[in-house]
Antibody, heavy 116, light 107 residues
Framework: EVQLVESGGGLVQPGRSMKLSCAAS????????MAWVCQAPKKGLEWVAT????????YYRDSVKGRFTISRDNAKSTLYLQMDSLRSEDTATYYC?????????WGQGTLVTVSS | DIVMTQSPTSMSISVGDRVTMNCKAS??????VDWYQQKTGQSPKLLIY???NRYTGVPDRFTGSGSGTDFTFTISNMQAEDLAVYYC?????????FGGGTKLELK
């Protein structure tokens, strides 16, 4: 059974950093591109970033370029999102999802709240 | 970026109804539109991919159609467990972009 389990969310002050993790199981992790998708409270879904299966290519939405870094450790079957210089508008539930742009599997999400 | 516009934003429906919602892309996306269902407190779930293909295990009361810029998602016989927000998403070009969602509520 495919499982994606996010962790690392919580309350963080504006300007600070936070690193999210997504532990994958039930499939061959290094065969798949992976993505992060976020959802602000009571709002819609927004794609955040994608990383290729081997980590060689990364893609970001404009609003996080230069602040967020997506990475992966294929030996640990784990996806990461390093978030720096956090802003209040980054407050959202962050989901990891399997795939480049067809998201057949999603984690349960981890809530990041940016507030002083 | 391609803008996906969903309509209506919400619908009041009854069990057994036929429900139809729309998604319009700001430019041609071919058949590269997927539909997701998100129930309250849950993560999204893929229902339809490439406009009209039902994902594994999805009941046949869910159908999708369209190409180019105009897409339609239909629930043929609404069930109580179908109450959710439905999102379209274009996967034709990066970045993938979602519509704003259509929320189904009971009358």
């Amino acid at each position: 059974e495919v499982q994606l389990v996010e962790s690392g969310g919580g309350l963080v002050q504006p300007g600070r950093s936070m690193k999210l993790s997504c532990a994958a199981s039930g499939f061959t992790f290094n065969n798949y591109d992976m993505a992060w998708v976020c959802q602000a409270p009571k709002k819609g879904l927004e794609w955040v970033a994608t990383i290729s299966y081997d980590g060689s290519s990364t893609y970001y939405r404009d609003s996080v370029k230069g602040r967020f870094t997506i990475s992966r450790d294929n030996a640990k079957s784990t996806l990461y999102l390093q978030m720096d210089s956090l802003r209040s508008e980054d407050t959202a539930t962050y989901y990891c999802a399997r795939g480049r742009s067809l998201f057949a599997y999603w984690g349960q999400g981890t809530l990041v709240t940016v507030s002083s | 970026d391609i803008v996906m516009t969903q309509s209506p934003t919400s619908m009041s429906i009854s069990v057994g109804d036929r429900v139809t919602m729309n998604c319009k892309a700001s430019q041609n996306v071919g058949s590269n539109v997927d539909w997701y269902q998100q129930k309250t407190g849950q993560s999204p779930k893929l229902l339809i991919y490439k406009a009209s293909n039902r994902y594994t295990g999805v009941p046949d009361r869910f159908t999708g159609s369209g190409s180019g810029t105009d897409f339609t998602f239909t629930i043929s016989n609404m069930q109580a467990e179908d109450l959710a927000v439905y999102y379209c998403m274009q996967s034709n070009s990066y970045p993938p972009t979602f519509g704003g969602g259509t929320k189904l509520e009971l009358k």
